[in-house]
């Protein structure tokens, strides 16, 4: 009996099957690897292309095409974007797909390298050093010189209490005082920005009462306003939305990378304007700790 033959195709290509696939020679094909412009991995010295990544990146390419109606957030968590998002996706029904699922900056920025993401909001440590720590951020991955950080705002960062009276007292107190804390995960930028002000007063994490780790601004402070802890890193925002008392550390500049195709995504451009105007600026004051006067700034991207 004749063996029968598999015909489904192979989930990576190389770089010959690639040219094949997409109708261009194989020099082409290396320049786009070189560029970052391809999704590739590197396998025992060979260039391997994942055929489903290849297909989605294809149709990003797309300026017109079946993603236009599209438009994943992913990257760090933040209550004013969140309810942005939010209504904008309910205004947009079943016209359009807008969502945004926070993850923290690194998986964020992670999932907009693999294609699966469009945007991917971060922060990475205070305001004054944002306009080196991000680009630098980006730079790790290989393709960064496709992408642009555009500012969304800045925002309020400091800790979550549910204490009132303690963040009265400052910092010393509230570091010496044996609470429980709630953190956030590795790769999060408020974990991040938190680590480098216990660095600052000689202490590190490992000397807190870590009792449950938290995964987004919102689940930081739920967990302190559920008595699952009694203090966590995290924003003016969230204290607010969560009724906990907030003692501010700093600002922090919030922004939004992204390949520079997406930029001109009709869907964006919308959300833009929706938080540069009357809806951004009434959310904002309500929720408390934001700055809006640079949104919409390009910050970064290289040529």
Known sequence: MAAVLDSTPSPFMSVRQVAEYLQL?????????????IPATKITGKWMFPRELVDRWMLASAHGGLLS???ILTGSDDPLLQRLVLRFAQESGAHALVSYTPTGTRLGLDLLHAGRADACALHWGPDSESHLRHPALLRQYAGHGRWILVHLFRRRQGVLLADAKLASAGLEKVLSSGLRWAMRQPGAGAQRYFLEVLGRHG??????????TTYSERDAAAAVAMGEADAAPGVAAAAREHGLAFLPLGWESFDLAMPRNIWFRRLLQQLFRRLQGAEG???AESLRGYDLARCGELVWGEE
């Open 203 to 212: 202490l590190d994490v490992e000397t807190l009462d870590t009792t449950v």
């Open 69 to 71: 109606d599209r438009l």
């Open 281 to 283: 600026t009434r959310l």
């Open 25 to 37: 020679n194989e020099k082409k094909v290396y320049a786009l690897v070189r560029e970052g412009s």
